[in-house]
């Protein structure tokens, strides 16, 4: 098959579309035949060198996918050979075909194209296990988003929309903070111009954090007592002083996580939440996937640089 392949460390520039061996089902997984990747931000770092995958995972970028399932291994439960289905993967997506454990394949959802549904795992799975399984956002709660135009951010938004929360978000520009408004967000900063802590004081319940240190005290100003703080992102650096006084004053938390290096069996169950609670939603049209590009996968560089611009609006596809 051919596949995307990281030729060095470097700019978009090293990425090469090229032939390589064609993955086996092991035991417990399937191979699909991928009709479309896309681009995420710990794609970027793992083109430069600062972001291997976990051991184990393929050196073929790609953290997503959707197609059709074209081989079965040993001990899948639910999965047939011509199935239409997207799936959240350690890596391998930008290719022709990827092996994948069942437990991490999801049916596509209805209502949109499969296309469309390579672009649901990574936002989706990060969304629920975050904000709704560690952070445990209720209706009637304050979700603060930061950088609401990314493609977690369009996903996150529409979601706590959805189970009924009020939306903050943080975004870069003011067509930025528009487009996050027009997806359902009540009240959004342009934080080149505004301190969104200053804004936002006393009123998140749960924050969405990719900025990390930079972001920490003004986050701990804008949580609400008993407000959750979960940092899935280090856009901003990673260290930096916490005042403990202001954690125990508001009884806050902090969670912190990542997605790609859970085990098999944890995202499985972050994948079937995801199938029960918001695939529904997508098939009603409450929930649409926000694709800012299809990009053909050989020109994947094309795609990382469409992401480095940092002009984008949710996600950038790669159509094979
Ligand atoms: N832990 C996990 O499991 C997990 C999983 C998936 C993604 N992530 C993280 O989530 C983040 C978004 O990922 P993505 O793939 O959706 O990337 P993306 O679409 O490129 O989003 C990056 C966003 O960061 C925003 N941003 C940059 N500086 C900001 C600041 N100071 N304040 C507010 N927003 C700022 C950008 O907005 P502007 O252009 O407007 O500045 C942009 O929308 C990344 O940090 C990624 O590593 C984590």
Redesign the pocket.
Known sequence: MRAIVITEPGGPEVLAWREVPDPRPGRGEVVIDVTASAV???DVLQRQGNYPPPPGASEIPGLECAGVISEIGENVEGFSVGDRVCALLAGGGYAERVAVPWQQVMPAPEGISLAEAAGLP??AC?VWSNVFMAARLRKGETLLV??G?????TLAIQLAKAFGSHVLV????AE?VRRCLDLGADEGVN?REEDFAERFRGRADVILD??GAKYLEGNLAALTTGGRLVV??L??GASATLNLGVLLTKRASIFA???RGRPVDEKGAICRGVVDNIWPLVGAGAIRPVVHAEVPMRDAAEGHRL?EQ?E?IGKILLIR
């Open positions: 995420n931000r710990a990574e936002v990060t930061h950088g135009a990314s493609g977690i951010g943080t975004a870069g520009t930025k934080y990719i900025i899935i992102g856009q901003g996580a990542g997605l992401m940092g984008h």
